[in-house]
């Protein structure tokens, strides 16, 4: 066998796992400010615990939303069809979305992510109206900010959303890319899974839905999917020096995004104590 052909192969692989080696250090103290926020502190009761919910809610809709940008910016979404890019990128993007958005609940039965987010909501009896009524104009008239104002979105959450549909509309595939799999994945502390665990003793049968949330989101989100959001972004980015720099900027401004919005839940839970 000729290892000749193999070595600019492997010399590409050392240069991009080097990448996402220095990506993830630069990012690592917003990280750490995400994991360790102070909103967890405040979380002690499931009153807490709702208004979280009603500002994490739009976290997980919008995560649904630049999945989707990417499928339709990495993969052939109209007909007449045509292969588009990678078959690499297109079987790590489809293989995310396959899980994410059709996912099993707790009885086995296919949801979304986003779906089960709105059972638990509800099992937990927190306010709902919010995000339906935001969704309810968004089909209709396709404007956020329009809907934003009918619903009466939360400035927190507002923000939030429009970072990550400034990112979609960039139809920059590595930006979105960056952003999904380093500014979204794997930020809910072990710490919350014990708060949570805490309430629900107080409260059984309110939060089971959320607890499996949180369960599946480790098993799925934080562990395979991650592990093919972090090929797909080095699949996009490759070893453009240029394209790793803006998906660093754009990672840590959407790190920095998520800090915000656990500010806003954070300033509502204190007030209303």
């Known amino acids: 066998m000729d290892f000749k052909n193999y070595l600019p192969n492997f010399a590409k692989i050392l240069k991009m796992n080097a990448y996402i080696k220095n990506i993830q ?20 009761d499931i009153k807490a615990l709702r208004i979280f919910m009603q500002y994490h809610v739009f976290a997980v809709w919008d995560f649904m939303s630049l999945l989707k940008a990417l499928q339709n910016n990495l993969t052939c979404t109209s007909v007449p069809w045509f292969p588009v890019g990678s078959a690499d990128t297109r079987f790590l993007i489809n293989e995310i979305v396959v899980g994410e958005e059709s996912d099993v609940d707790q009885h086995g039965n296919r949801i979304s992510h986003f779906e ?6 509800k099992q937990a009896q927190a306010n709902t109206s919010i995000i339906e009524s935001f969704l309810s104009e968004l089909k209709k008239h396709h404007q956020l900010q329009t809907a934003f104002e009918t619903a009466q979105v939360p400035n927190a959450a507002r923000a939030f959303v429009n970072f990550t549909f400034n990112t979609i509309q960039t139809n920059q595939a590595h930006l979105q890319a960056a952003t999904f799999t380093f500014g979204r994945e794997d ?16 409260n059984p049968q309110q939060i089971s839905i959320f607890k499996y949330y949180l369960e599946r989101h480790i098993e799925v989100d934080g562990d395979h999917h991650s592990h093919l959001a972090l090929a797909m972004t080095a699949n996009l980015c490759c070893t453009d020096d240029q394209y790793w720099k803006e ?22 839970i204190v007030s209303t104590n």
Not at 116 to 121: E, G, N, V
């Open 247 to 268: 998906a660093t900027d754009t990672t840590i401004a959407s790190l920095q995004s998520r800090i915000a919005l656990w500010d806003g839940a954070y300033n509502e």
């Open 116 to 121: 089960l987010y709105l059972q638990a909501m």
């Open 25 to 44: 250090t630069e990012i690592e103290p917003l990280r750490q400010e995400i994991i360790n926020h102070k909103v967890y502190g405040v979380i002690k």
């Open 187 to 202: 930020l809910i502390p072990g710490m919350f899974h014990s708060i949570i665990n805490d309430i629900d003793k107080e």
